[in-house]
């Protein structure tokens, strides 16, 4: 019996050890209490998602001379001294949805949130009777955000002595707070600082198709073998560092100004229907854009989705803005938004296709050429092909290459690759006499591994154009 009772009793402790140790570690140590105490709010910053904000800058509007009934230096916009900016987070994003809606800047918001989650208590005031000598009666700066179901509204005032911080006070509560500056300028923006910036979603190096649209020309370009090449309205090779300066503006263009938005109840001034109102595109300058830029999913890449505007990001270009110095209109497909770009990054998107094409005049090396033919007045005058031992070999005028022979031919062939394109003068000859080049120059053709065949003549005094691959250059 008393064997039997020993068991229980030690079974009983057990378990009641096996409690208490799970007791505990859910409960909070004392640092953790103490840490916690110094926190306005218990809240974690995933469970917020949802934020109002009414401050002082966010009631700024841009100049908005230009548009719709407004003049420089008499803009009197009818709007509320004070707007309130709404965001709210579904599937992990933040959007806006007041003043206008629209995507939200992720990093803005993410680090309000955190902010909040971790906002210290430097001081506490108990038991205030009197808000007003904080600046807490009518506070400049409001702000409400929701933790999972339950709602906090606070209220921001005046700066504490000293400059330790601003007077805070939070609804349903009787003391009064003093918290760091920094939270008070992570949420005094204006509208602009809250909204998604970044142009261009897709990641450029992904990017294999590119097309640049523009009144007298379109330029086509795609990436083959890691390699960028034009396939329109040229055919050849691109210079790959002014290809991989264009990628490098696109994944880091953002929008300079947020000129206009439809459906914004009228706060900013809006266009009516940027896709179907001819007028509005007017107002813009973008009826007759100077650039769109096209890039394709990268997923289901193909000429058809070039042209498709639900499987492509396509940004529009217009003239340069009247009211934002250095600064260009544009507009993006599928948005609402009319904005501007720097102009840097206008210039570079609008790199001229000449500046876009290769310079190099031969791109070979010894080892890919196995047959030269130099011909002078339409005769051949030296032949040279490479033997079974890659040795180089005279075949007219029959003779036998001795001494650094082959050695002068590679150097030949790698002098070649210095020359460079100074010019283009014409994609298209009909009239090569023009240029001194209709029947008499010498020629120089070369066959290689890959069946290349290219030509070129030099030809007038003082300045040789060359004809090469259906164009015409100088060099």
């Known amino acids: 019996m008393k064997s039997k009772t020993t068991i229980i009793l030690l079974v009983l402790a057990v378990l009641l050890g096996v409690y208490i140790f799970i007791i505990e570690q859910k409960l909070p140590t004392t640092d953790e209490l103490e840490e916690s105490a110094k926190k ?22 841009p100049d908005l001379a230009g548009q719709a009934g407004m003049t420089v230096g008499t803009i009197t916009p009818t709007v509320p001294t004070r707007i309130t900016v709404a965001c709210v987070r579904a599937n992990n994003q933040w959007e806006m949805v007041q003043p206008v809606k629209t995507r939200a800047d992720q990093s803005v918001l993410e680090g309000i949130v955190n902010q909040l989650s971790d906002l210290q208590k430097k001081e506490t005031l108990k038991e205030v009777p009197d808000l007003t000598p904080y600046g807490l009666h009518q506070p400049p700066i409001t702000m409400t955000f929701q933790a999972k179901d339950k709602t906090y509204s606070l209220k921001l005032g005046n700066k504490a002595p000293l400059n330790i911080g601003t007077y805070l006070a939070v609804e349903g509560r009787k003391e009064v ?12 923006k204006s509208i602009s600082d809250f909204r998604h ?5 897709t990641n450029t190096y992904d990017i294999s198709m590119l097309k640049l649209v523009r009144p007298q020309q379109t330029i086509e370009l795609q990436k083959i073998d890691d390699e960028w090449r034009i396939t329109g309205p040229v055919s050849e090779k691109a210079e790959q560092t002014k290809i991989r300066d264009i990628l490098s503006q696109m994944s880091t263009l953002s929008v300079s100004t947020f000129v206009a938005d439809m459906g914004s109840n009228n706060i900013i001034p809006s266009p009516s229907r ?21 890039v394709p999913d990268p997923l289901v890449v193909s000429e058809a989705n070039l042209k498709d505007s639900t499987k492509s990001e396509t940004l529009w270009l217009g003239r340069e803005s009247e ?27 609008t790199t001229p296709l000449n500046n876009i094409r290769s310079k190099k005049f031969f791109e070979l090396t010894p080892a890919q050429v196995n047959k030269i033919e130099i011909k002078y007045k339409q005769k051949v005058v030296v032949t040279l092909n490479k033997d079974a031992d890659n040795k180089w070999q005279f075949v007219y005028p029959s003779m036998t290459v001795t001494g650094s022979a082959p050695y002068d031919v590679d150097s030949f062939i790698e002098k070649l690759n ?28 070369w066959r290689g591994d890959y069946l290349r065949t290219d030509q070129y003549y030099p030809g007038i005094k003082n300045i040789d154009w060359y004809y090469y691959r259906d164009q015409l250059c100088i060099s």
Request: charged share 25%; proline share 2%; net charge negative.
């Open 40 to 61: 306005v709010f218990a809240v974690k910053s995933q469970d917020i998602n949802r934020i109002e904000i009414g401050a002082p800058n966010a009631s700024h509007l």
């Open 177 to 188: 707070y003093v918290v760091a500056e920094h939270f008070v300028n992570s949420i005094n």
């Open 197 to 201: 910036k970044k142009i261009f979603d």
């Open 274 to 294: 940027l896709s179907g109102n001819e007028t509005d595109l007017i107002r813009y300058g973008l009826d007759r854009p100077e650039l769109k830029v096209i």
């Open 323 to 349: 009211t934002y110095k250095d600064q260009f209109i544009g507009w993006k497909e599928g948005s609402q938004t009319i904005f501007t770009i720097d102009k840097n990054s206008y210039e570079i998107l």
């Open 418 to 445: 210095t020359y460079n394109i100074e010019q283009f003068v014409a994609d298209t000859t009909t009239d090569l006499a023009r240029y001194g080049l209709g029947g008499g120059g010498r020629t120089f053709r």
